[in-house]
């Protein structure tokens, strides 16, 4: 965890999600990370399948360049896959979770045992040595997210890790070009090269890698250029060529040529031949003798029989690589023949903790180890956004977001992750031994509709906010501070303004007006020209129709500037500019909902919906809030669900109307009031449930 932390100081890019803060508490570690609105690129491409080249590349080469920052920086990632680049809304690409990342010539900080990384993204040389990895192993990885992007899939899959990893260490890619013929044979060879098995024979970094890219949009590569050629055997027409290449500097080509092509005479090479069967005559009567008389005779590897012991090594399972004093010996079950003396013993096996034994052997003896290896249990992360969702596993609630499982057995999983207001987030998920794996349940809100008029209502979740504006914004009014925190309990919101067609359910004879000749009274325009006591009289009207099941209110001042606001974990409004999506400071910036505007109340959803799924929260209308107003009513707040209910003869009004724009006051944070009997052509209300 610190190693993460450490790592992201090193890592002032824009590019990288940058760490803010991180701090432990009740035994839980947490990294503070920058907010970035955007969706990770391995749901971009389980929802698209196969990317076209140019959406690809333009991923890409960002995740390149960042990728080649941080190597510049000495941090390698390790685990380099789609799930951990993350793609904006303006599609600028982030390189996420820098969690198992090593600074360069740094001892790993991984436990015994556990190789980290995902099997379809690792290196060959991860797997099999990962304590001598270099940046290269990201090389490696980026070329299997770019082959994915382009195909659909990774090259390498199987039923287990083991099986998967056997396959980048022993086995080719298959050409991306044969997943989608409309890959370029000058792209199939640049992604080929990405994954070559020796890391010498790929790209020197990511940054060659991007000019690569670069030089091949701009048509600077020729079929040439790039070379996969499989490896071939040695041909006989090689040998004048390695005997030329094996001679002293000193000797001349032609003296090579004379070398390696000098014509032998058939009486010369009869007697040379009578002089090899002579000598290989000698040598095996010499060896035999010697194979006779000597005692005590060695072994294979030298040493003599009388100065060794047996060693033999079972495990279970089998088929565990045994290592002595770090030489590789072969898998269990094995016998060697070990000098006498101290030895390490270490067992290595895919998926199990590896075991490491100190040993002595004995001269002339014979020693029997025998090992249960034990399975590395897996690490399970779940978050939410927004958080405070229940997870449930298998049908057992396990608690909320953010939830960590260690030491989470293997097998199969039912995830569930449940927030009211929101779709059931839902995966199955295998853990391997020794996985780990993060799942990030992004919740999308869903609609109740009331019976009765057809009103949609989305969830707004619970939160802290910063209510008011600071003394500093010129466009602030006397009565917006001081700025103070208020918490907000979660609470169902009209989606939109309470339409014409809806409040005449409960008087049909309702007339909105007009507005210079244009009529306000469109059924599915918001209803105006209400007084806070009309709103009242149609929540008495709803809630009766709805016999006590479901009741309805208007929103408090907090409610709605908290809803407005679109934020579950910030005290983000806007303000100072519509045009202008720029963030002006701590406090107020303006929101991106308002893009264009009316002259007077429009069609319901006209305006762009926020983060809470609210629509026309700004700029359509005036909306009736619940509390008296009070220009000191903030000095009043408590911080939890506040409501001010003191001395006042007016009600407030929240969200100005389409004439907020040109007087500049379109702000979450702006106060209104009215009288309880006051109606106007600017002036409706949205509802919310209890």
């Known amino acids: 965890f610190f190693q993460e932390a450490r790592s992201q100081e090193m890592l002032e890019h824009p590019p990288i999600v940058q760490e803010r803060d991180f701090f432990e508490q009740d035994g839980q570690f947490f990294l503070i990370m920058k907010y970035i609105d955007g969706q990770v690129l391995d749901e971009i491409i389980e929802s698209k399948g196969k990317l076209p080249e140019r959406e690809a590349l333009a991923i890409f080469k960002e995740s390149l360049d960042t990728l080649n920052f941080a190597h510049s920086k000495g941090v390698i990632h390790r685990d380099i896959k789609p799930s951990n680049i993350l793609v904006s809304k303006n599609n600028r690409a982030y390189i996420m979770d820098f969690g198992i990342a090593i600074l360069a010539g740094e001892k790993r900080l991984t436990a015994t045992g556990m190789n980290v990384g995902t099997a379809w993204y690792m290196s060959p040389e991860h797997i099999r040595r990962p304590k001598t990895i270099d940046h290269r192993s990201d090389v490696y990885s980026m070329g299997i997210v770019l082959y994915e992007m382009l195909t659909g899939e990774p090259p390498f899959d199987g039923e287990t890790d083991y099986e998967i990893k056997e396959k980048h260490c022993r086995f080719p890619p298959p050409p991306p070009i044969q997943k989608n013929s409309r890959i370029s044979k000058i792209m199939n060879g640049i992604i080929l090269k990405a994954l070559k098995k020796n890391p010498d024979d790929r790209f020197d970094g990511c940054g060659e890698f991007l000019r690569y890219i670069k030089a091949y949009e701009a048509g600077g590569i020729k079929k040439k250029t790039v070379t996969n050629a499989p490896e071939k055997k040695l041909k006989k027409t090689d040998a004048g060529k390695m005997a030329a290449e094996k001679l002293p500097l000193k000797l001349k080509k032609a003296e090579t040529q004379k070398i390696a092509t000098e014509k032998i005479s058939p009486k010369r090479r009869s007697v040379q031949n009578w002089l090899v069967a002579v000598a290989l005559t000698l040598a095996v009567v010499w060896g035999f003798d010697k194979f006779l008389t000597e005692e005590p005779y060695k072994t294979a590897t030298g040493i003599h029989e009388k100065e060794t012991g047996s060693l033999n090594i079972n495990t279970y399972p089998r088929g565990a690589e045994v290592f002595i004093n770090d030489e590789y010996k072969g898998y269990s079950p094995l016998k060697v023949s070990l000098r006498s003396g101290e030895y390490q013993v270490s067992l290595k096996k895919e998926s199990y903790i590896t075991k490491e034994e100190n040993i002595h052997v004995e001269s002339g003896g014979t020693e029997n180890f025998s090992y249960r290896l034990e399975k590395m249990p897996a690490t399970l992360w779940i978050i939410s956004n927004p958080p405070g969702a229940d997870v449930y596993i298998d049908g057992r609630k396990k608690g909320e977001t953010p939830v960590t499982m260690k030491d989470i057995d293997i097998g199969r999983y039912d995830i569930k992750v449940a927030l ?271």
């Open 420 to 690: 009211e207001g929101y779709e059931t987030w839902q995966r199955i998920v295998q853990l391997s031994a020794g996985s780990q794996e993060v799942l990030r349940a992004r919740l999308v809100s869903s609609a109740w509709t009331e019976p009765v008029t057809g009103m949609k209502f989305v969830r707004v979740p619970k939160g802290c906010f910063r209510m008011g504006t600071p003394e500093h914004n010129p466009t602030g009014g006397s009565d917006e501070g001081p700025v103070h925190n208020v918490c907000i309990e979660g609470f169902w919101m009209g989606q939109y303004e309470v339409t014409n067609a809806q409040y005449r359910k409960f008087r049909p004879e309702h007339d909105s007006g007009d507005h210079d000749g244009y009529s306000l009274n469109g059924a599915r325009h918001s209803v105006v020209q209400v007084s806070w006591e009309d709103a009242n009289a149609f929540i008495l009207w709803l809630n009766s129709k709805n016999n006590g099941i479901y009741e309805f209110r208007l929103p408090t001042e907090a409610e709605w500037e908290y809803a407005c606001v679109g934020k579950a974990d910030a005290a983000m409004s806007r303000g100072d500019n519509p045009d202008d999506d720029a963030d002006r400071d701590e406090n107020h910036h303006w929101l991106s909902q308002i893009f264009y505007y009316y002259d007077a109340t429009a069609i319901a959803g006209s305006y762009r919906y926020n983060a809470f799924n609210l629509r026309d929260m700004l700029g359509n209308t005036w909306e009736w809030c619940e509390d008296m107003y009070s220009s000191d009513a903030y000095s009043r707040h408590r911080k939890n669900n506040p409501v001010y209910a003191g001395d006042g003869s007016s009600r407030v009004v929240r969200g100005c109307s389409s004439t907020g724009r040109k007087s500049g006051n379109l702000r979450c944070a702006d106060r209104g009031a009215g009288l309880p009997d006051f109606r106007s052509s600017y002036l409706g209300f949205r509802l919310v449930r209890k």
